[in-house]
């Protein structure tokens, strides 16, 4: 007994009181008369004391406004409350069609600012052939200019014409 700190009573203690101990520890716990502790009959004393005092307690009523705002949310949701009030589910029967209305109209219009006027959206790409092995060139027309993009050259040599 005397090699255990009062920490270590304590948790023993709490552990027999609450049936916690095995057989075993049990056996140990009687054997070295720990039940004659002080820090152990305090320990006990109190285990014993809050027991009662949770047995005896009143069980708490939850606040007057929750209950309020549960009876509010019953009535909401079985149709029942002030005069001439809806349930929540009918009062809102008129916004699935406005939300799809209102969808399509502007993946509509995005789509008529998206498309170009006039012609398609991809661009057609004009393959050219060099009379060098490895180097390739692209060109993809646009109203006004040409993108040229040439592959297997890491510069354009100057006086380099491109037909």
């Known amino acids: 007994m005397s090699e255990l700190n009062p920490n270590d009573r304590q948790l023993i203690a709490t552990e027999y009181f609450d049936g916690a101990l095995g057989p075993e520890e049990l056996a140990w716990f009687e054997e070295n008369g720990l039940a004659s502790d002080p820090v152990v009959k305090e320990t006990l004393e109190g285990a014993r004391g809050l027991r009662e005092l949770v047995r005896r307690g009143a069980r708490p009523e939850p606040p007057a406004a929750l209950a ?17 009030a809806r349930p929540m589910r009918a009062s809102w029967r008129w916004a699935t069609p406005v939300r799809v209305l209102a969808t399509a109209a502007a993946v509509l219009v995005g789509i008529a600012l998206v498309l170009p006027r006039g012609g398609s959206m991809m661009s057609t790409v004009e393959r050219a052939e060099s ?6 060139t692209s060109v993809v027309p646009a109203r006004g200019a040409s993108v040229v993009w040439i592959t297997g050259l890491e510069y354009l040599p ?3 014409v491109l037909r």
């Not at 705002?69 to 005069?83: F, I, L, N, S, T």
């Not at 009379?131 to 390739?136: F, K």
């Open 68 to 84: 309020f705002y549960w009876e509010r949310v019953r009535a909401d949701v079985q149709g029942v409350g002030r005069a001439g």
């Open 158 to 160: 100057e006086g380099y």
């Open 131 to 136: 009379r060098q092995p490895g180097l390739y």
